[in-house]
């Protein structure tokens, strides 16, 4: 079974400041995918970044970064530069191939950016 | 732009009115979808695989005959809400692998807020 543990309700951050959102995992899938989604008010789901298990370097986006730690099975997403705009609910997310492909999502965390 | 399409964005039904929320892949083909529901402030709940040419595989405790899905085509698969209650009111999303291993990216559909009266 495959579980994404959120344990950031709720965080704030300064405008312009860096933010890092926790994600712990557990799967007993050799190979898998991590995802960070963002979700504004609106409702949409917008991909952020992804890293694979075998994947010897962090993933980098733009202003994103996933901090992969395999042996303690964590994928914190860092969010440089932080913008009024980033105000959303972020998800942390999971696939492996002994799951048919489905994906296991976080309890989100919601991060509100001050001005 | 998008690449999963999803109607409506918003629709309000009367109690015992069936409604259908169809996901469009728009430039590649997707042999499987999955449809989730997601409460305000609550992460996504899967509720089904939609398998191109095959029944869908539902998670246990959904409901199949309340919860139709029906995947007519490569490019698109349907969820129709049958005898819709106002605890069915929920926000649905539908994502689609674009291609490749089980563990690459999930593309998601814009979302459907459904609202029964």
């Known amino acids: 079974a495959q579980k994404i543990t959120q344990t950031q309700p709720g965080m704030f951050v300064q405008e312009k400041e860096a933010v890092t959102l926790d994600c712990t995992y557990d799967?007993?899938?050799?190979?898998?995918?991590l995802f960070w989604y963002k979700q504004p008010s609106s409702g949409e789901m917008i991909f952020l970044i992804y890293?694979?298990?075998?994947?010897?370097q962090n993933a980098t986006e733009g202003r994103y970064s996933l901090n992969f730690q395999k042996a303690r099975k964590s994928a914190n997403l860092v969010i440089s530069a932080s913008q009024l705009g980033d105000s959303a609910m972020y998800f942390c997310?999971?696939?492996?191939?002994?799951?048919?492909?489905?994906?296991?999502f976080g309890d989100g965390t919601t991060l509100t950016v001050k001005p | 732009g998008a690449v999963v399409s999803q109607h409506p964005s918003w629709v309000i039904c009367k109690s015992g009115t069936s409604v259908k929320i169809e996901c469009r892949s728009l430039d590649f083909q997707a042999t499987t979808m999955f449809w989730y529901r997601q409460f305000p402030k609550q992460s996504l709940m899967l509720m089904a695989t939609?398998?191109?040419?095959?029944?869908?595989?539902?998670e246990q405790g959904v409901e199949k005959d309340k919860f139709l899905i029906n995947h007519a085509s490569l490019t698109l698969s349907t969820l129709t809400v049958t005898s819709a209650h106002p605890e069915d009111s929920s926000f649905y999303i539908c994502?689609?692998?674009?291609?490749?291993?089980?563990?690459?990216?999930?593309?998601f559909g814009e979302g459907s807020r459904l609202t029964v009266l």
């Open positions: 994502s689609a692998p674009k291609s490749g291993p089980n563990t690459g990216e999930l593309f």
């Open positions: 997310a999971m696939r492996g191939n002994t799951n048919a492909g489905k994906s296991t």
């Open positions: 890293q694979g298990s075998y994947d010897q």
């Open positions: 799967t007993s899938d050799p190979s898998y995918g």
């Open positions: 939609s398998n191109e040419g095959s029944k869908a595989t539902y």
